[in-house]
């Protein structure tokens, strides 16, 4: 038995047929005896590899503080070393107190007018403080080959904007504001009286701000949030905020402005007209809070106990915070990420594990080129397209091929302070993107992060060495496991190629509609019967008080639906390769598929704490795991066939009914 079959049997519950529930088959057993551990609101596989990996880094972490002239770039090693040592040292920050926070709190107080507290507003961003409304640099999404200025709402100290206005979350509000008030007294030394004022102030503030937000499902639409900008037309949008004094405090140029895209015209505008009605000493103190939420996690025990009481307990129902070290070591990544990734990939990414993930990818690609070229709702000019679009896509494993530069990064022992330069190193690096050419070997995600990503604009598969480990991948696994772990991820990703917003990208990354009217209607066709399927689910734990938001994690949901079909059909390719004359034993095809849904059942393997399960159906673009798992299965012909799957089964789903996509 190979490695993920045996660990799903493990954790599995025989009383549970799978043809009812695959997920609680293949994990019943650890649902019901795993405690999730105090420090976190959830756990599972994808979280027991982050441990593992998070192990990895801290050993490369305790190597730099022993020797920081170790290592293939020392220089790099004694920042490492320096950072942790530093955020590891209570004593000296006890000793700080608040101390750190005064040149942050310094500019807001100083700045005497609104174009003052503007430019305030764009240096605390540049350092890490968030403002009212954000930005990053990506590729334009009329031309693949450049990069653009992207401005998005943000201004919010809650998950959503939901938050602010649904019952639901009332008195999780409560909750924020009594929070804001205690924290502020802690930090700024206000009376509880005056701290209190402050935080009905911040909340009311917040309040108005998500009135303007969008909300997630219509964030998530690509062309929407598509609004290329003239500089001009972003000075109208912003009318009456100082635009000049932002940019030149985050430290945009002229020069940089070429390209300017707006995810939601209409934030900016509500944004623009509380920006001249609210009293400007309202606006000081909602950036006061804002510098004070950034920087809390790296000041006093009681600042950081405080912070973790709301945002940790309030809001997830974790226990305990995370020890010291582990934030520690979450601290150096966020800031030298890259420097650590050299020597994880140096210690834990074999060479026959990129290897192997070139032949699984090659032939999940080639499972998709089989499926859409054999497609029956699509037509010849979209499928040709389609195709073309799929040839296009770039696969990343492993690891990037250069290396972040950190050389002219200044790591001091003050913790803050560090903080502070490492977030302004980012922006500076990002910024200077903007006018230059567009860097396809650039990743987005450290080789140690346990996940994966598609990105639309580059049309790139991601893979980094961290998630490729059982029971994803062994490249001693057996096909069977290796396909319904790694290789249905690997479909997933390709799938959002090809999902609702994916599939509006073209194979150079470029924002176009290259379907067919008539395809594209029953595609969403498809896709809308998918999200009725998922809008009547409901987590099992939270006894049909909530439910998922189909609309919202449609994306993902026809990810996992295509990338298992993929797989299922990438394996047959693979089980056809290694069969004598290409013939296939159909029971050995049969176990096969049965523990390839197996590992499928055991990949989603999580537990979650009711307050976050909560906080996910309202944020996240994911469904919950039980239904990565089930949802997809009743879908899916294979699933029914191996496990004989009958009318009455908890997961049969009537043949007219199945969803397929991809």
Excluded at 37 to 63: K, T
Excluded at 558 to 573: C, E, P, T
Excluded at 616 to 639: M, Q, Y
């Amino acid at each position: 038995m190979s490695a993920p079959h045996h660990l799903a049997a493990a954790g599995g519950d025989p009383a549970v047929r799978p043809q009812d529930d695959l997920f609680r088959h293949v994990n019943g057993g650890w649902l019901r005896e795993h405690v999730i551990p105090a420090d976190r609101a959830r756990d599972g596989e994808f979280h027991r590899l982050r441990d593992e990996a998070e192990l990895q880094v801290r050993a490369i972490v305790d190597d730099a503080v022993a020797d920081p002239t170790s290592g293939p770039v020392p220089e790099e090693t004694a920042k490492v070393a320096t950072l942790y040592a530093a955020f590891m040292d209570e004593d000296a920050i006890e000793a700080a107190g608040l101390e750190p926070l005064r040149a942050d709190l310094d500019l807001v107080t100083g700045a005497a007018d609104r174009a003052a507290l503007a430019g305030v507003m764009g240096a605390l961003q540049r350092t890490g403080v968030g403002g009212a409304f954000g930005l990053y640099v990506d590729t334009d999404s009329d031309d693949p080959t450049a990069y653009a200025l992207h401005l998005l709402q943000s201004g919010l100290g809650l998950p959503d904007e939901a938050y602010y206005r649904e019952e639901q979350h009332a008195a999780t509000l409560a909750a924020y504001e009594a929070f804001v008030a205690r924290q502020l007294a802690l930090a700024t030394g206000r009376s509880s009286d005056e701290a209190a004022e402050a935080a009905a102030v911040v909340v009311a503030l917040e309040t108005r701000l998500a009135a303007g937000h969008w909300d997630r499902v219509r964030d998530r639409d690509a062309v929407a949030t598509h609004n290329p900008t003239t500089h001009t037309e972003l000075a109208t949008l912003l009318a009456g905020f100082d635009l000049a004094a932002w940019f030149a405090g985050i430290g945009i140029t002229d020069a940089m402005l070429e390209r300017i895209d707006v995810r939601e015209p209409d934030y900016l505008t509500a944004f623009a007209a509380a920006w001249g009605e609210v009293d400007l000493e309202e606006w000081r103190t909602w950036l006061t809070w804002r510098v004070v939420r950034s920087r809390a996690p790296y000041l006093t025990r009681a600042v950081v106990a405080e912070n973790f009481d709301f945002y940790g307990r309030t809001l997830t129902g974790a226990q305990e915070m995370r020890e010291r070290w582990k934030r520690g070591v979450g601290l150096v990544e966020g800031a030298l990420g890259d420097a650590l990734a050299r020597l994880y990939v140096d210690r834990h990414f074999p060479a026959e594990n990129k290897e192997r993930m070139d032949e699984l990818v090659a032939t999940l690609t080639e499972a998709y080129r089989r499926s859409i070229a054999d497609l029956e709702w699509m037509g010849a000019d979209t499928r040709a397209r389609a195709l073309e679009k799929l040839a296009a896509f770039t696969p990343k494993i492993g690891y990037p091929v250069r290396w972040l530069d950190y050389s002219s990064l200044v790591i001091t022992s003050d913790v803050v302070e560090s903080v502070r330069v490492t977030s302004a190193h980012e922006t500076d690096r990002e910024l200077r993107k903007l006018g230059g050419p567009v860097d396809r070997d650039e990743w987005f995600m450290t080789p140690q992060t346990v996940n994966a990503y598609y990105n639309p604009g580059m049309n790139e598969i991601v893979f980094p060495a961290a998630i490729l480990q059982p029971p994803f991948f062994s490249p001693d696994a057996s096909d069977a496991a290796n396909y319904g772990g790694i290789g249905a991820v690997i479909g997933h990703e390709i799938g959002h190629g090809f999902d609702d917003q994916g599939s509006r990208y073209d194979g150079a990354g470029r924002l176009t509609d290259w379907w067919t009217e008539q395809d594209r209607t029953e595609f969403e066709a498809r896709t809308s019967a998918l999200v009725a399927q998922y809008d009547a689910l409901s987590p099992a734990q939270l006894g049909g008080s909530h439910h998922v938001n189909g609309a919202l994690t449609i994306g993902e949901n026809i990810g996992d639906l295509g990338g298992l079909g993929i797989a299922i059909k990438a394996y047959r390719i693979a089980l056809a390769a290694a069969a004598p004359d290409g013939v296939v034993d159909p029971e050995v095809e049969r176990a096969g598929l049965r523990e390839l849904f197996h590992t499928w059942g055991l990949i989603w393997r999580t537990k979650s704490r009711d307050e976050e399960s909560i906080r996910l159906l309202s944020v996240d673009p994911h469904s919950p795991e039980e239904f990565r798992a089930n949802a997809v299965v009743r879908n899916v012909d294979e699933f029914a066939d191996v496990f004989d799957v009958k009318p009455g089964d908890a997961l049969w789903l009537d043949p007219a009914e199945r969803v397929r996509i991809w």
